[in-house]
């Protein structure tokens, strides 16, 4: 049964840091490539970050640049998303997705999503 766990949302003041934990499990991880996307409150879901198998990144540098840094542990089937000088505007639900594109289809998996507030 694959499973994708996020963990280690919470509530942080303005300013602060969190990071967020993304365990996977019942398939390849170190196979997939592993995003981060989060949903404000009445707003769709956005991309924020991506690592591919190979260890390649990207943010979303429109929204957390320079702030949110993805990261994996391929022997922990965990990936990870640091996150500092929050400020409100990152509050939202964030997911973590795995995707592999395998020959004639692909594989997506989604997280069940962790909640961040970000508040004084």
């Known amino acids: 049964q694959v499973q994708l766990v996020e963990s280690g949302g919470g509530l942080v003041q303005p300013g602060g840091s969190l990071t967020l934990s993304c365990a996977g499990s019942?398939?390849?991880?170190?196979?997939?490539?592993m995003s981060w996307y989060r949903q404000a409150p009445g707003k769709e879901r956005d991309w924020v970050a991506t690592?591919?198998?190979?260890?390649?990144?990207?943010t979303n540098a429109d929204s957390v640049k320079g702030r949110f840094t993805i990261s994996r542990d391929n022997a922990k089937n965990t990936v990870y998303l640091q996150m500092n000088s929050l400020t409100p505007e990152d509050t939202a639900v964030y997911y973590c997705?795995?995707?592999?594109?395998?020959?004639?289809?692909?594989?997506?998996?989604w997280g069940q999503g962790t909640q961040v507030t970000v508040s004084s």
């Open positions: 997705k795995g995707y592999r594109r395998l020959p004639g289809m692909t594989r997506e998996y």
């Open positions: 019942g398939f390849i991880f170190s196979s997939y490539t």
């Open positions: 690592i591919t198998s190979a260890g390649g990144t990207a």
